[in-house]
Every structure is written in structure tokens, then in C-alpha cells.
């Protein structure tokens, strides 16, 4: 490795908990330090709830401060409807809506509002203010969607009027 011999080795990391190792020094006199490389989600702000799913952004390069996004859903039994809140890394809230389900108006019970965090973030919509919303994928295969952008989200998540689920399982 021609960076060994340089004093400096990294190591990729497997999982994205991991971390980089770096060893600095020459010749027997090494030191070895950790660098966090942004690949977990930051630490969750005390403003946002426990169950909040973090976005994180793939068009940012190397940075010191916090990016993403975090992301909370509920069923608001007063108003009987489930709401959505995005805000940013800090905490800050940036949207807030009532979201409802591809196809029908009846919200889902607060057991239902699991994130799949594998597709979330993966297709956003812009508001009338300007804010990116990521539309909203749930375990077994169900979408929420902003009910002030619904029509516009409905067919960026290529929602099925069948099943009120995205239409296509792996081309989200």
C-alpha cells in the first residue's frame, strides 16, 4: 500500500456504524485516531420524538456540521388523522401536514406508522414554500403522502388505486 508507507492507512468501513482508522507517524512512531465519517445518523435532537427516522442527504460532500433530515409521523386521535413533521438536523421544524394513505382519505392507526427506511427519502416533492417533503413509505408496502401536495405526490410515488401502495415494489 503506498499510503502505508506514507504513515497514513485507512481502512473502509463495513458498516456504517464503523469508523475510519487513521494511523499517523513513520516507522515504529505511529498514533492511532479515530475520524466519524458521517455514515450513522447524528444524535437525535431532544426536540424531536423517539420514534423520528433520520434522512440522510447524499448530494453533501465532507462536513463538520449536521446535515439531514428527521422525520415523525402519528396518529393525532383528536383530530383523527395522521400527521407528518420534517425538520432539520438541529431539530428546527421545516413542514407539517396531515399525510394520507395513495388511495383513500382514512387514516392509519398509530400500530401502522412503521417506517421503511429503505425507501423513505428516496423520492421527495417540493412545496409551494419551496421545502423538499420526502414521501412517506411504511412497512407493507403503504405510502403517506402531504394532503396540501397530494395529487402532485400521488404520482411521484406511482401509487396503485387497487391497493393504496406504491404500484412498483423495487422501481420506487
Known amino acids: 500500500m503506498p499510503c502505508a508507507r506514507r504513515g497514513v ?20 512512531h505511529s498514533r492511532r485516531g479515530r475520524a466519524l465519517v458521517g455514515r450513522g445518523p447524528p444524535q437525535r435532537p431532544h426536540s424531536v420524538s423517539s420514534n423520528t427516522l433520520h434522512i440522510g442527504t447524499t448530494n453533501v460532500g465532507f462536513t463538520l456540521h ?3 433530515y428527521w422525520l415523525d ?5 383528536d383530530s383523527n388523522v395522521d400527521r407528518c413533521r420534517l425538520t432539520d438536523a438541529k431539530g428546527t421544524g421545516l413542514f407539517e401536514d396531515v399525510f394520507l394513505p395513495c388511495a383513500g382519505q ?5 400500530s401502522e406508522l412503521i417506517f421503511d427506511a429503505r425507501w423513505t427519502g428516496d423520492k421527495w416533492i417540493r412545496s409551494d414554500k419551496g421545502i423538499n417533503i420526502p414521501i412517506v413509505y411504511l412497512e407493507y408496502g403503504r405510502a403517506l403522502l402531504p394532503r396540501s401536495l397530494y395529487a402532485e405526490a400521488r404520482q411521484d410515488a406511482g401509487c ?8 412498483n415494489e423495487t422501481g420506487r
Open 9 to 28: 492507512r485507512i481502512a473502509t468501513p463495513v458498516h456504517p456504524e464503523e469508523i475510519l482508522w487513521l494511523s499517523f507517524g513513520n516507522a515504529g
Open 66 to 68: 449536521r446535515t439531514g
Open 73 to 77: 409521523c402519528w396518529f393525532d386521535k
Open 106 to 110: 382514512a387514516p392509519l392507526p398509530q
Open 160 to 167: 396503485s388505486a387497487d391497493l393504496g401502495s406504491p404500484a
